[in-house]
């Protein structure tokens, strides 16, 4: 059973940098995927990485701000957040593919899901 555990959110002022983790246990090698859901929305894609770490993606609206990347030694995946605008306030959830899976923007191709971390940002 895969689990997966969050950390780093919080809160911080318009154009500040926060860094998500979320540790894994029970599955290595997987791809990733960072998610987010505000108030009163539908949970949206943020950004994916590839089980090697050789391809990303990232939403157009995150693009050139947000940067995804993993240590496969520690099962983790991480998610650097800098120029946060007052719109990234959302829960942050990490998910996990399948084991060597591609990078996938798709919620349906993850399998599991952590309980999410909170990042507020302030105007």
């Known amino acids: 059973q895969v689990q997966l555990a969050e950390s780093g959110g919080g809160l911080v002022q318009a154009g500040g940098s926060l860094r998500l983790s979320c540790l894994a246990s029970?599955?290595?090698?997987?791809?990733y995927g960072w998610f987010r859901q505000a108030p009163g929305k539908e949970r949206e894609f943020v950004a994916a990485?590839?089980?090697?770490?050789?391809?990303?993606y990232y939403a157009d609206s995150v693009k050139g701000r947000f940067t995804i990347s993993r240590d496969n030694a520690k099962n983790a995946v991480y998610l650097q957040m800098n120029s946060l605008k007052p719109e990234d306030t959302a829960l942050y959830y990490c998910?996990?593919?399948?084991?060597?899976?591609?990078?996938?923007?798709?919620?349906?191709?993850?399998?599991?899901w952590g309980q999410g971390t909170q990042v507020t940002v302030s105007s």
């Open positions: 990485i590839n089980w090697s770490g050789t391809t990303t």
């Open positions: 029970g599955r290595v090698f997987s791809s």
């Open positions: 998910a996990s593919g399948p084991t060597y899976g591609a990078a996938s923007r798709q919620k349906d191709n993850y399998t599991a």
